[in-house]
């Protein structure tokens, strides 16, 4: 079946440095790629999505690529502060029905000051 | 505007017992979900709905039933809780309707412990 797989499961970067996580997927029909937040106590946020008609998307210190060749997709952020500390989410949709999508297991980013 | 609210935020239950977890949003959204959480799993889909009078089955129903009586409640039902439906519970909604896939709005989660 359709599956999103996500690395590392586990980050831990200096303030200041940049962290990527790299996710793929096996539906090659997918053509939406959302990245999800999610604190503490809350419920997922979306921080940035990608649609497969680009390969890449930036908005301030975040950024996303896209390899649709490879099924590939990654999200990247630099000068990293103590607040981007949580768990990232990537996912993939699934065109057989309905703006349903498939999530990564996810990334626990911790930035030490 | 509130977005997605569910409740309760927390809750325990015995084994056999029944509850429903509420959810209600404020977008007009046409499309909501229902999701479970597992350390280490990401988010599993129980359930959606396309719109009033709608639902269908998403990767792991069983155990749960849903309604869609209206555009902004989509209410979760466990019945018989077992000890595996201990998990954190999300609901979500996204705008649908259209061919352009739009980003889901998560709520804050229901806690549940089942023992």
């Known amino acids: 079946g359709e599956n999103v797989e996500q690395h590392p499961s586990t980050l831990s970067v200096q303030e200041g440095d940049s962290a990527v996580i790299k996710c793929t997927y096996s539906?090659?029909?997918?053509?939406?790629f959302p990245w999800y937040k999610q604190e503490l106590g809350k419920g997922p946020q979306l921080i940035i999505d990608?649609?497969?008609?680009?390969g890449e998307k930036k908005d301030q210190r975040i950024a996303v690529t896209l390899n649709k060749t490879a099924k590939h997709f990654s999200l990247h952020i630099t000068e990293t502060q103590p607040e981007d500390s949580a768990v990232y989410f990537c996912?993939?949709?699934?065109?057989?029905?309905?703006?349903?999508?498939?999530f990564g297991p996810g990334t626990s980013l911790s930035v030490i000051p | 505007n509130a977005g997605v609210t569910q409740t309760p935020k927390f809750r325990i239950l015995k084994i056999g017992q029944s509850m429903t977890l509420q959810c209600t949003q404020d977008?007009?959204?046409?499309?909501m979900y229902w999701y479970r959480q597992d350390p280490g799993m990401g988010l599993k889909l129980i359930y959606y709905?396309?719109?009033?009078?709608?639902?269908d089955k998403g990767e792991v129903p069983n155990g749960y039933n849903v309604s869609r009586s209206t555009t902004e409640d989509f209410p979760l039902r466990l019945e018989l809780a077992a000890p595996s439906q201990t998990s954190v519970y999300f609901c979500?909604?996204?705008?649908?309707?259209?061919?352009?896939?739009?980003?889901?709005?998560f709520g804050d989660g229901t806690r549940l412990s089942i023992l």
């Open positions: 709905s396309v719109g009033a009078g709608i639902t």
């Open positions: 539906d090659s029909a997918s053509n939406y």
């Open positions: 990608i649609r497969s008609n680009v």
């Open positions: 979500a909604s996204s705008y649908g309707g259209t061919r352009i896939e739009q980003p889901q709005h």
């Open positions: 996912a993939a949709n699934r065109k057989t029905s309905y703006d349903k999508v498939i």
């Open positions: 977008m007009n959204h046409n499309y």
